[in-house]
């Protein structure tokens, strides 16, 4: 079986963008307050998981050889609940909201 290429996946929509750019900046914000310290979790809906997986495969096509891993993000769990609005679980157990982290907070 070939494996997939940019033609086999999705269309791209508006709301990956957007999602790949919160979880990023939800990642960079707990990593500039606690450097030594990595997020326990995300925790997003179903739609969410699957559309940052879609953003992860997306950047790795020009990429020869690279396949991100399943249920994972940065090296961190992806949760999948019907409940959650999306967040990042900082590495206490403090819910950092992923809708708060459209734009980097200011120094």
């Not at 033609?7 to 999602?19: I, K, Q, S, T």
């Not at 990593?31 to 979790?41: A, N, S, T, Y």
């Not at 809906?45 to 997306?58: E, I, M, P, S, V």
């Amino acid at each position: 079986m070939a494996a997939k290429n940019i033609v086999d996946l999705p269309p791209h929509h508006p709301g990956m963008a957007e999602l790949h750019r919160r979880v990023s900046n939800a990642f960079r914000t707990h990593w500039i307050k606690h450097p030594d310290k990595k997020p326990q979790k995300l925790v997003l809906t179903q739609k969410q998981a699957d559309d940052l997986r879609l953003t992860q495969l997306y950047g790795g096509v020009s990429i020869p050889g690279y396949a991100p891993e399943v249920g994972k993000f940065n090296d961190r769990p992806v949760e999948v609940s019907a409940t959650t609005a999306g967040v990042l679980v900082a590495h206490d157990g403090t819910e950092m909201p992923l809708a708060d982290y459209d734009k980097m907070p200011a120094a």
